[in-house]
C-alpha cells in the first residue's frame, strides 16, 4: 500500500466523553459489519472490566477504508492513571482527534493527553461531541480549547486546529453545529485533509518499534507497531534490538494488518502502515524489530515516572488456599513481572523478602484494575496501602502533587473545602458553573488524595464531581491526617452471628453480613473512634428454658456497608493488609494476634511483624 494513502490517528479525550462511542459509529458507517450482524455497543471495550466500568484500560487499535484511504485509528484510554497507554501509541500516529464534551469542555485529563499529542508535533483535530444534548455550548467549549492549546504552548499551526460537531451515538457530523448531516462524512473528510499521511522510509531497512502487545493462545505473544522503514515479510530474518541494546536473530512467523476489527494475514506489509507480528517470542514495549544487514534501532520510549506503589505478597491469613488458584510466590512473580513488561507505566521489583514484591504505577485506579484482574485470573494474595514515592533533591524531600477539580453543589461547597483543607490543599482558582454549582481547583499532595474519594462522595451525598491530574513534585507538605475513625476487628475465629453483629453494630458502621467465615484479626468494620476496637461478632445467646433458639430474628442488623474493591484499597490503615483471592477480598490486620498488635505498639512499631 503506499504511505501516502494510510493515515494514522489516536482519538483522545477526557474519561466518558464518548471516544469509544464514536469508534463505534465511524466503524458502522465505514461498512466492516455485514448488515445482518449483531454489533454490541462500545465495541472497542472487548475486556469485562472496561464494560463493567464503562471505561477504556488497553489502547486498542482498528481501521476504516474511506475514499481508498486507509485509516488506522487507535482508541485510548481517558483516565490518567492509564497516561502509558497513551504516551506510547503516540509514536504510532501522526495526528490525533481530541474530543471534547459539548457541556463540559476540556477537562484535567484532556490537558495531560493533549501535551504528550502537542509535545510531538502531532496535528490536532478538534471534535465537540455530543452537540446533540440540550444545554450543548460549542462556541464556549472551542473557546477553552483554543485557551488549552496556548496555555500547554501550542505553536501557531497547533493552535489554528479545524473543528468538527458531532454526535457519535446518533452518528451525525459537521462543521457547524447549526448544519448537521446524518453522517460522519464531514469528519472522514477533515481527517483526509488534516491529518498527514506516515513520515516513512519505504525503500530504508525494515524498522518497527513495539508499541503495543497481544496475546493469543496459538500463536503466542502479538508485536503490534508500526512499520517507520522498509517492508517486513513472513518467515524473514529480522534483528531484535533491547533497550540496553542487547540483540538477537529472530524469524517473523506470521505478519498482519487490520481490516476493522480483525487481523487479516498477509505476506508482506508496507511501510507506514500499523502490522501485528507473530514468532518473536520475548519481545518488550520500546524494544525495535530492525534488518540485521544494517540494523537502525529507534530511540526506547519514554514515560513519566510512577507515583504510588503497594506491596503484592503471598497470601499469610488462616484462609490462605481455599479459594485461589495460583498461590505461590513464583507464579505470583512471574505474572507481575509479566505485566510489568506490557504495562511500561508499571514498575515492579523484588523485595528482601521473597514472598513479597513491590509494584509502582500512576495512581489508585492503576493498581486498583490490576489487583481485579489477577483475581480474575485465578490469583490469590495480599496488597497493602497504597504509599506515595517520594523524591530526594539537595537533601530535601519532595513529594508528587496533584491538580484535583471538583464540581460542587454551593450546598455542600463548606465540607468539600475543609476536607481539602485538612488534607494540605491550595486552592488555586474557583468559578461559577450555573446557578448552584461552584468549580474549584485545588493542588493537593497525592498523598492527601488516598481515600479522598469515599469521604468526598460521602460529605456530596454521591453528587460531586472529582478529577485529578498528576501535577510534579512539590517539598513535603507535612503530616496530613487523612483517616479520622478506627476498625472494628474480629475477636476470634469462627461465624459471625446475629446476636454478635447486633451488638457490634452499636460501635460503628459494619462491612460484613451473618453467617460469615471469620477469624482473628480480620477488619468487620469501621469504628466510630480513631482508635481501633475488638469486638466478639461470633457470640451467641446463651439459651435457657426460657429462650427458644429462633430468638435471633428479633435482632434487627443495619444493612452492612459493602465495599467495592477500590474502596477497600481506600480504607486500608498502615498496619493494614488487604486479602484478595478470586472469590472474595478481606480486610485484615498485619498482626493477626491481639498480644501481637500490643507489643507492636508498645515498642513503638519495631516488632518484626
Not at 45 to 52: G, V
Request: aromatic share 6%.
Amino acid at each position: 500500500m503506499n504511505p501516502n494513502n494510510i493515515r494514522n490517528i489516536a482519538i483522545i479525550a477526557h474519561v466518558d466523553h464518548g471516544k469509544t462511542t464514536l469508534v463505534d459509529a465511524m466503524l458502522k458507517q465505514s461498512h466492516i459489519f455485514r448488515k445482518n450482524q449483531q454489533v454490541a455497543e462500545r465495541v472497542m471495550d472487548s475486556n469485562d472490566l472496561e464494560r463493567e466500568r464503562g471505561i477504556t484500560i488497553l489502547s486498542k487499535n482498528t481501521s476504516v477504508t474511506y475514499k481508498d484511504v486507509k485509516i488506522n485509528i487507535i482508541d485510548t484510554p481517558g483516565h490518567a492513571d492509564f497516561g502509558g497507554e497513551v504516551e506510547r501509541v503516540m509514536n504510532m500516529v501522526d495526528g490525533v482527534l481530541l474530543l471534547v464534551d459539548s457541556v463540559e469542555g476540556p477537562m484535567p485529563q484532556t490537558k495531560f493527553v493533549l501535551r504528550q499529542a502537542l509535545e510531538r508535533g502531532h496535528k490536532v483535530i478538534v471534535v465537540v461531541n455530543k452537540i446533540d444534548r440540550n444545554n450543548a455550548r460549542p462556541d464556549y467549549v472551542v473557546d477553552t480549547t483554543f485557551d488549552l492549546f496556548v496555555d500547554l504552548g501550542a505553536t501557531d499551526e497547533q493552535a489554528d486546529f479545524p473543528v468538527v460537531y458531532t454526535s457519535g451515538l446518533t452518528g451525525k457530523g459537521g462543521l457547524d453545529p447549526a448544519n448537521m448531516t446524518d453522517n460522519l462524512e464531514p469528519l472522514f473528510e477533515q481527517i483526509l485533509a488534516s491529518i498527514p499521511s506516515p513520515q516513512v522510509n519505504p525503500d530504508g531497512p525494515t524498522q518497527l518499534q513495539a508499541t503495543l502487545m497481544g496475546y493469543d493462545d496459538y500463536k503466542g505473544k502479538i508485536v503490534i507497531g508500526r512499520l517507520n522503514s522498509g517492508t517486513i515479510r513472513k518467515h524473514q530474518q529480522v534483528l531484535h534490538v533491547m533497550a540496553e541494546n542487547s540483540q538477537r536473530t529472530l524469524k517473523v512467523s506470521q505478519v498482519f494488518t487490520y481490516q476493522g476489527l480483525t487481523r487479516v494475514e498477509v505476506d508482506q506489509a508496507d511501510t507506514g502502515d500499523i502490522i501485528a507480528l507473530t514468532g518473536l517470542g520475548d519481545v518488550g514495549i520500546g524494544d525495535t524489530i530492525t534488518d540485521p544487514e544494517d540494523p537502525r534501532p529507534l530511540p526506547p520510549i519514554k514515560v513519566e515516572e510512577p507515583t504510588l506503589r503497594i506491596t503484592f505478597g503471598v497470601n499469610t491469613s488462616p484462609f490462605a488456599g481455599q479459594e485461589g488458584e495460583y498461590v505461590t510466590s513464583r507464579k505470583l512473580r512471574e505474572r507481575l513481572y509479566i505485566e510489568g513488561e506490557r504495562d511500561v507505566a508499571l514498575r515492579v521489583t523484588d523485595t528482601d523478602s521473597p514472598d513479597t514484591f513491590l509494584v509502582a504505577g500512576r495512581g489508585e485506579l492503576h493498581l486498583g484494575i490490576l489487583i481485579e484482574n489477577m483475581r480474575r485470573e485465578g490469583y490469590e494474595f495480599e496488597v497493602s496501602k497504597p504509599e506515595v514515592i517520594l523524591k530526594k533533591i539537595d537533601d530535601k524531600r519532595y513529594e508528587p502533587v496533584e491538580s484535583v477539580e471538583v464540581e460542587v453543589s454551593s450546598e455542600y461547597q463548606g465540607a468539600v473545602v475543609e476536607l481539602l483543607g485538612q488534607r494540605k490543599g491550595q486552592m488555586m482558582d474557583m468559578s461559577l458553573l450555573g446557578e448552584d454549582t461552584i468549580r474549584y481547583t485545588y493542588r493537593v499532595p497525592t498523598r492527601g488524595l488516598i481515600g479522598f474519594r469515599q469521604q468526598f462522595l460521602t460529605a456530596t451525598r454521591g453528587e460531586g464531581l472529582v478529577n485529578t491530574l498528576f501535577a510534579g513534585y512539590e517539598p513535603y507538605a507535612g503530616e496530613i491526617q487523612t483517616r479520622s475513625h478506627g476498625s472494628l476487628i474480629a475477636w476470634e475465629n469462627g461465624t459471625a452471628t446475629t446476636y454478635g453483629l447486633y451488638a457490634a453494630q452499636e460501635r460503628g458502621h459494619l462491612f460484613i453480613p451473618a453467617n460469615t467465615e471469620v477469624y482473628e484479626g480480620m477488619v468487620v468494620g469501621q469504628h466510630i473512634r480513631e482508635s481501633d476496637l475488638e469486638v466478639n461478632v461470633c457470640k451467641k445467646k446463651q439459651l435457657t428454658n426460657f429462650r427458644a433458639a429462633g430468638s435471633d430474628d428479633s435482632l434487627r442488623l443495619d444493612p452492612p456497608r459493602n465495599l467495592s474493591l477500590d474502596d477497600a484499597l481506600e480504607y486500608l490503615a498502615e498496619d493494614e493488609l488487604l486479602e484478595v483471592t478470586p472469590k472474595d477480598f478481606r480486610i485484615r490486620k498485619r498482626l493477626l494476634k491481639k498480644n501481637e498488635r500490643r507489643r507492636h505498639q508498645k515498642h513503638g512499631g519495631k516488632v518484626d511483624g
